[in-house]
Every structure is written in C-alpha cells, then in structure tokens.
C-alpha cells in the first residue's frame, strides 16, 4: 500500500556535494560502484541519483539546489508501533520516566497538579524496578500530592496503572473486576476500564495537539512514517480517524493505521471503515512482563503464584485470522509471553489448515513485540510469511544483568528475550519501533540498542538494524517501493550531520532536514540552496 498525500511535493530539489546511502549504511552500499553524492527530485519521486559531476546536467532544471557540505542523505526512518496521543500527551505533560525514585515521582505529579489547576491529570512512565523503594505509588499518595484531582499514570508497559481515589470512584462496578487493586494499582480488565475513562478525559483539541507533537517530534528525528496502534481499549475510533485525516492533510510523517478489536466484535469492519491497513496491532493476547501480566508457560520469578494473563482464547484468535483473511486485510496481535505466542502460533496454523498456507502468506500478519520466541514459534512464522514487529530500546532498557527480564523471569529466561539474529536467519520479516511512550521515539537509539543486543548472539549488523528500522516498516504494510533510495521511488528520506560508523559515534546522528512524499517537514536551516 503505497500511500500519497493530498500535500505531496511539487519542486524539483537537486542535493549536490554529499553522501547519498541509497540502503541507510556504507555497508549496504554496492561494492563495485562509488558512493553517489547527488540526487534530484522530481515532485514526490527520487528522479535521479549520481555524481556531482553528472549533477550539472539537472541544475538548470531544479527549482532548489541544495549543497550538502559532505552530510548524510538515507531513507528515512519507519516507526512501527506508536501510539500517537499518548506519546503527545507525555512529550507535553507528566513525564515520569525522569523519576528515579518514588519520592522524584510524587514531586513530578505535584509539580503537576499546581499547574493544571484541579484539571484531570494523565501522567506516563513510572516504573518501579529502577526505585530504590521497589515499589509504585499508593492512590493515598497520589491523593495526597495531587490535592484530590482525577489521576491516571499509566507504567511504562501501559499494562497497569496508579490512579487516584477520584477517579477510582468514576467507575464504582470496576471494584468487581480482575486486576483491581485497593492500593490504587490497576491490571488486566480493571486497569482497560479506568484507561478508557481517563482518554475520555482528552477534549478533541487536546488529542489534535498530541497528534501534532507526535508527528513532529518524530519528523525532527528523521521518521517519515508512523505505524499507529489503535483499538477500543486503548484509544477510540475517533482518535484514529482524526490521526489518519490530519496524515493526510497536513505535512509531516506518513501514518498507517490498525485497529485492535476481534472479528467477532466488529473489529474487521470497523478497520475497513476506518481505513486501517488491518484488524490488528495491540489486539491483546496477553499484558507486559513488567506488569506481571504477559501470559508465560512457568510463573514469575518474583510471584510465584501468578504467570500472568491470557485474554484471548485459541479458537477467536484463528477465526480472527480467517475473517481477516477473507477481507482481504491484515490480522496480528500484541503478544509477549511464551505461552502466549504458543496460542498463537497454534492459532495461525489452525487458520493455515482451513485456507491454505498460500492465502495465510500473502497477509504478512503481524506479531507486536514478540518477546519471548523459541525455534518452533521462529520456524512457524517463517513458514507462514508473518511480520515481528519489535522494539530493540527494550532489551536497551530491561536486558542487562540484573534488569527488569531478571528480576521478573530469572537469567536463563531472560537470555532467550528479544530474539532478532534468530529472526532475521530464518527470514521473518523484522519491523523495528518505539511502542511510544513506552520507549522513547529514537530509531538511531534503536539501531545502536539492536546492534548491541545484551545477548551477543542477537546482534545485528548496522546495515540490517538500519533496513529493519526503515524498508521492513514499509514492507509491513505492503508498500514494495519505499524505503530505499532509488530512481522512481517515492522521496522519502533525512538529512543527517555526521557520515560514518552511525551507530559507534559517541553522539548519534542529528537529523538536518526530513523530506515526506517530496515535501520538506522538518528543516534545521542547517543545510541551504543557492
């Protein structure tokens, strides 16, 4: 699915005088030819690339001509998975992922509360493996440092949360269902109730402005496309269809959305309705491993009573594909815990048995996050085409020694997290994104994070980190031309500062200009024409 918005570009840019990655690294480059350091642009496509000497011919024909001084041009970065307002409403509001203890916590949602003034407060970000206390917040203390107000701060994972008093009185039924805490820590089914209350608190003008922080952050970090992650649980139909018109309407990243609600529940039409690429994305299998909730075949190392959750069962997983599949869109599933990636695996083979393992291929059906694969679960889903949508700032944030995969699943476990060299030789196609807010927006973090994975034999080279972060995003979603830099390919790319070892410098690159479709949606003024 090629996309072209409605604000496409129209001149014609001659880049002269720098390094053109047509792959996004040196090591991608062709061997026997030398390294392009020109390229024209007709409109919305790539017209022409080559040397500055061959340039001459294209300088009478260019509306702009743009000296790069020797900077970078790649294709342009792909996230795919973010959740847009979320990560809008953190960029502009309560960040608790600077909180290194509970007590730096308490102060940030004060400090707060001061300024929203008895406004409803949605905070982002705690998580409690990294406090000295070990612990998160209390409703009482959160009571206690927002003067009452209506609270929801969501953990890292957005598989649990710590809301106020206030606001756990919004939805009194809620005491009845699983995952409710008296503490004011809310899991599963009660932690998906309050979070759909505490988004009804967004107005439609604070969403848009969250739209428009997202798309813009990620076009400064030379992202030109955006895959969105929608569903009833986690944002609203509402939500999606605003982010998808403001795609098309305004410059700035490429979204592509998918809707996270099963067939049957309407979840195919609604994605068709909406324009979603699928019914697919976080439609929840299970919960996160930070949460105690991601479904694992033995329990936690620190609760041995639990070994977490599974929400769907094996049967609506496989007619979810089916229905999918017989609408012609994409299905998938957040799915984390081993356990959890059995039911599905076994799911897709069960859909593969009704219609065909052809008809199962031709989807690229998707599997969000995919932590905690082992051989048969790699070997299936090559057999099967299916896509590992992943994000490598996890295993930079918990796959260290003695980090959050340790502390809830003990090493042996947490050695075999985040399986990329694994999927990348059995040829699974590997998507790389943030999960934003849950990681930051920060593809060269993401990039540097997989080619120094905690486990050495996950590590992936820079050339095939850097392809996961852009052309697998395309590949995704169905779109074969993007995502390289190459005559007739749509003009999708980033300027950047710094022109070797990418991802061993001791700063990461910094994004000069960022072109979507032809058009220009970021721009430092750090590079110019003449």
């Given at each position: ?9 129209s001149?014609?840019v ?12 040196p ?6 030819n030398?390294?392009?350091t ?7 496509e ?5 040397s ?18 020797g900077?970078?041009?790649?294709p342009g ?5 973010v ?34 003034r008895?406004a409803p407060?949605?905070?982002h ?7 000295p ?29 710590v ?14 269902l ?25 107005g ?54 998918y ?11 609604q ?11 976080d ?8 949460s105690?909730?991601?479904c694992?075949r033995?329990?936690?190392?620190d609760?041995?009573?639990s ?10 997983v ?5 229905a ?14 081993d356990r ?31 932590e ?18 992943v ?24 050695q ?14 590997t998507?790389f ?15 540097r ?30 779109d ?6 190459a005559t ?10 710094i ?10 690159p910094r994004?000069?200009?960022t ?13 110019g024409?003449?």
């Amino acid at each position: 699915m090629t996309r072209t918005p409605n604000w496409r570009g129209s001149r014609r840019v001659l880049l002269t005088g720098g390094v053109i990655l047509r792959d996004g690294t040196p090591a991608g480059q062709p061997a026997t030819n030398p390294v392009p350091t020109a390229m024209f642009i007709d409109g919305h496509e790539i017209a022409w690339i080559g040397s500055d000497a061959d340039a001459q011919r294209h300088l009478d024909d260019a509306d702009e001509h743009v000296p790069l001084g020797g900077a970078v041009v790649t294709p342009g970065f792909v996230d795919a998975h973010v959740h847009a307002t979320s990560t809008g409403l953190t960029l502009a509001g309560l960040d608790l992922t600077r909180a290194n203890s509970l007590g730096e916590a308490l102060t940030l949602v004060e400090a707060a509360a001061r300024t929203a003034r008895g406004a409803p407060l949605l905070g982002h970000g705690w998580d409690e493996t990294r406090w000295p206390e070990g612990r998160p917040p209390t409703s009482t203390e959160v009571d206690r440092a927002s003067y009452g107000s209506l609270v929801y701060l969501s953990r890292i994972d957005v598989h649990s949360a710590v809301i106020s008093s206030a606001l756990i009185a919004e939805v009194p039924t809620a005491r009845e269902l699983d995952g409710f805490g008296a503490d004011g820590v809310m899991s599963r089914a009660a932690h998906h109730a309050y979070r759909e209350v505490a988004l009804r608190l967004i107005g439609s003008a604070q969403q848009e402005q969250a739209h428009r922080l997202t798309r813009g952050r990620a076009a400064s970090l030379g992202i030109v496309s955006l895959h969105e992650m929608a569903g009833p649980a986690i944002s609203s139909s509402q939500d999606l269809r605003s982010l998808l018109g403001l795609s098309e309407e305004e410059p700035g990243p490429l979204v592509y959305g998918y809707w996270g609600e099963l067939a049957e529940s309407g979840g195919v039409e609604q994605a068709m309705e909406l324009g979603a690429v699928g019914a697919a994305g976080d439609l929840f299998i299970d919960g996160a491993i930070g949460s105690r909730t991601a479904c694992l075949r033995h329990v936690y190392l620190d609760s041995q009573d639990s070994s977490g959750a599974q929400y769907l069962t094996e049967e609506q997983v496989r007619d979810h594909v089916t229905a999918c599949i017989d609408a012609g869109i994409q299905a998938g599933f957040h799915v984390i815990g081993d356990r959890a990636t059995d039911v599905i695996m076994a799911a897709m083979m069960g859909a593969a048995a009704q219609l065909g393992v052809d008809a199962v291929r031709l989807g690229r059906h998707r599997l969000e996050h995919a932590e905690m694969l082992d051989s048969a679960h790699i070997a299936g889903m090559s057999r099967l085409g299916m896509t590992a949508s992943v994000q490598p700032m996890f295993d930079g944030l918990w796959g260290s020694a003695g980090g959050m995969y340790e502390q809830r699943l003990g090493a042996a476990r947490a050695q075999n997290m985040n399986s990329f060299a694994d999927l990348q030789t059995a040829g699974v196609l590997t998507a790389f994104g943030s999960d934003s807010p849950v990681t930051d927006l920060g593809p060269w973090q993401a990039v540097r994070s997989a080619v120094h994975h905690h486990q050495p034999g996950q590590r992936l080279s820079e050339h095939a980190a850097f392809a996961a972060h852009s052309r697998a995003g395309w590949l995704a979603v169905g779109d074969e031309r993007s995502g390289t830099l190459a005559t007739g390919a749509p003009a999708h790319y980033a300027i950047w500062d710094i022109a070797a070892d990418l991802t061993g410098a001791a700063s990461l690159p910094r994004a000069l200009r960022t072109v979507v479709a032809g058009a220009v949606v970021y721009d430092t003024q750090e590079v110019g024409g003449t």
